[in-house]
């Protein structure tokens, strides 16, 4: 019980107070990028399918999935960071 209580005291308690309050920003604003680049890409598809039709409707979607995909990753590295910045491990 002891072992447990001093894994978060001194130095190393300091350094996950430092870690976690970074990773959580990072991470944060990583998804917020993610988010902003996913909304924009899917925005660009869907005007270009409708201003073109059924004629540029491939290139819309292609536009649109590149946005969702980009927005999945940054969600993924969002989370990876946070975590690292909690300490977690697998």
């Known amino acids: 019980m002891l072992e447990d209580k ?3 005291s001194g130095v190393t308690g300091a350094g996950k107070l430092v870690t976690s309050t970074l ?3 990072v991470g944060g604003l990583t998804n917020t990028v993610g988010g902003v680049l996913g ?3 899917r925005g ?11 004629l540029g409707k491939p290139l819309g979607d292609g ?3 590149i946005g ?7 969600a ?14 697998n």
């Not at 660009?44 to 059924?54: D, L, Q, S, W």
């Not at 969002?78 to 491990?89: F, H, L, M």
């Open 6 to 8: 001093n894994k978060n």
């Open 63 to 65: 536009i649109a999935n």
């Open 44 to 54: 660009i598809g869907e005007t270009v399918t409708g201003a073109t039709g059924g």
């Open 68 to 74: 969702t995909g980009v927005e999945g990753g940054a």
């Open 39 to 41: 909304a924009a890409s």
């Open 76 to 89: 993924s590295v969002a989370k990876g960071v946070k975590d690292a910045g909690e300490w977690k491990t």
């Open 23 to 25: 990773g959580n920003t």
